[in-house]
């Protein structure tokens, strides 16, 4: 089992930029992939940024291309999700998952946090 905990999140006006970050435990987590999810109301849970366990190679869905960065701290078991420029249509609950297989997929995902909600105001 791996256990998932989400914080960072908040209320922001657009422009500006939260740091989101999972805090990890359990099983080895160097050995999974990690990603972010996010959802809003009434809509699927929807890919945002995952990164794989070899070589860190990040991946990340168009819309938030070159305002999102996914990382990992090894040392700490902790991924983050540095959201910048952030825009309202970002407003969302985040959560963050691990699985084996890096993918933009969310039922390729093991472990799932319980999310952390990001309101962007306009």
């Known amino acids: 089992q791996v256990q998932l905990v989400e914080s960072g999140g908040g209320l922001v006006q657009a422009g500006g930029s939260l740091r989101l970050s999972c805090s990890a435990s359990g099983r080895t987590f160097s050995n999974y992939a990690m990603g972010w999810f996010r959802q809003a109301p009434g809509q699927e849970r929807e890919f945002v940024a995952a990164?794989?366990?070899?070589?860190?190679?990040?991946y990340y869905a168009d819309s938030v291309k070159g305002r999102f960065t996914i990382s990992r701290d090894r040392a700490k078991n902790t991924v983050y999700l540095q959201m910048n420029s952030l825009k309202p249509e970002d407003t969302a609950v985040y959560y963050c998952?691990?699985?084996?297989?890096?993918?933009?997929?969310?039922?390729?995902?093991?472990?799932w946090g319980q999310g952390t909600q990001v309101t962007v105001s306009s």
């Open positions: 998952a691990a699985g084996r297989v890096v993918s933009m997929r969310a039922d390729s995902f093991d472990f």
């Open positions: 990164i794989a366990w070899v070589y860190d190679i990040t």
